[in-house]
């Protein structure tokens, strides 16, 4: 039955069919009703696992890790699938079968994130569920704006993305030989601003105080800036500093290992992923002036920025 106020795209992921055949069911209800929807399609390509297999299938493989199984490795391959599909229920299947049924689950290949095994999950949700509430009630009382701040490094050697070809021609592109490097801080609000430097070194007490002094310049009013447990942002001489700002400054860190809990991580993402790796840095000097004009254009788009929290794992902290 075609339940009104629902869309083709929605009744299509729902059924796991394509829109296409939505449009004919709705065309046939409308012309006749339930019983011009009651007929038998050609059975095609007989099916390897029932419904019920494909159900559990889904509960085997999302959500869990191949080593649970004895499987040796970490990530899911079309063979691990299959040998789980033939240890589950003694099915034969070919690799390209395994295709099939793994579309048909909604799923398909993708890079995944690696989650630092140290992370505390009891940590992770005191942070969600209670420090982080709390953190933001006390900002609200006090007039402080929340952001969240972390560093990155990108090399000259760095690269992402792909080209298109003619099939069997790998496609050449001219590049440095050079592997140069620079440097960058930044910090993000709920709001979308985005502040930031480029700078040349390593990241230590004295370079993340001087990124504090141009934050306090350029943001008025107080700042609550939730960082991570980097030896520069809880050394005795950041201490101090921020001590000094008479409570302009309040620092708040992570729990460890826990960068999906920093929306500033999708900043890093997007300047190196989207941007910079795809633009080939000719020089240490290119390199700065695309990380910089990367991050301008962050800046100047706070939508893109407000985008980042609405990751699933930054449901936590809410709407600004």
């Known amino acids: 039955m075609m339940e009104q106020g629902k869309s083709p795209d929605l009744i299509a992921e729902i059924l796991g069919v394509g829109r296409s055949t939505v449009f004919e069911w709705q065309a046939k209800y409308r012309s006749g009703g339930l019983a011009a929807l009651n007929t038998k399609c050609s059975s095609g390509r007989p099916r390897k696992l029932s419904d019920q297999q ?11 890790d191949p080593r649970q ?3 040796g490795f970490a ?12 240890r589950q229920f003694g099915v034969q299947v070919s690799l390209p079968t395994v295709s099939r049924i793994l579309k048909r689950l909604g799923m398909s290949p ?5 989650r630092a095994y140290q992370a505390d999950p009891e940590q992770v949700k005191a942070w969600q569920e209670h420090v982080y509430p709390a953190l933001r009630a006390e900002a609200a009382k006090e007039g ?6 972390d560093e990155a490094g990108v090399r000259t050697n760095y690269h992402s993305g792909t080209t298109w070809a003619p099939v069997g021609q790998t496609p050449v592109v001219t590049a440095t030989g050079e592997r140069k490097s620079v440097n960058m801080v930044s910090a993000v609000s709920p709001l979308g601003e985005l502040h930031f430097r480029v700078f040349e070194g390593g990241m230590n007490s004295e370079t993340f105080i001087e990124y504090l002094r141009a934050l306090l310049d350029d943001i008025p009013g107080k700042i609550f800036l939730v960082v991570d447990g980097a030896s520069a942002h809880k050394s005795r001489a950041t201490k101090a500093f921020v001590a000094s700002t008479e409570g302009r400054l309040t620092l708040f860190l992570l729990p460890p290992y826990s960068p999906q809990l920093n929306p ?20 240490k000097g290119h ?18 920025v407000r985008g980042f929290f609405g990751d699933r794992h930054l449901a936590y902290i809410g709407a600004a």
């Open 54 to 64: 494909m159900v559990q299938l889904f509960s085997l493989i999302v959500g869990k």
């Open 69 to 71: 199984y004895g499987l």
């Open 287 to 304: 390199l700065r002036q695309l990380a910089e004009a990367a991050l301008q254009r962050l800046k100047d788009r706070p939508d893109i």
């Open 144 to 149: 402080a704006k929340i952001f969240f701040g």
């Open 264 to 283: 500033d991580e999708w900043v890093w993402s997007n300047v190196k992923n989207s941007r910079i790796g795809r633009s080939v840095a000719m020089s």
């Open 110 to 114: 993708q890079r995944p994130v690696y």
């Open 75 to 86: 990530l899911w391959t079309r063979e691990m699938v299959a040998e789980i599909i033939h």
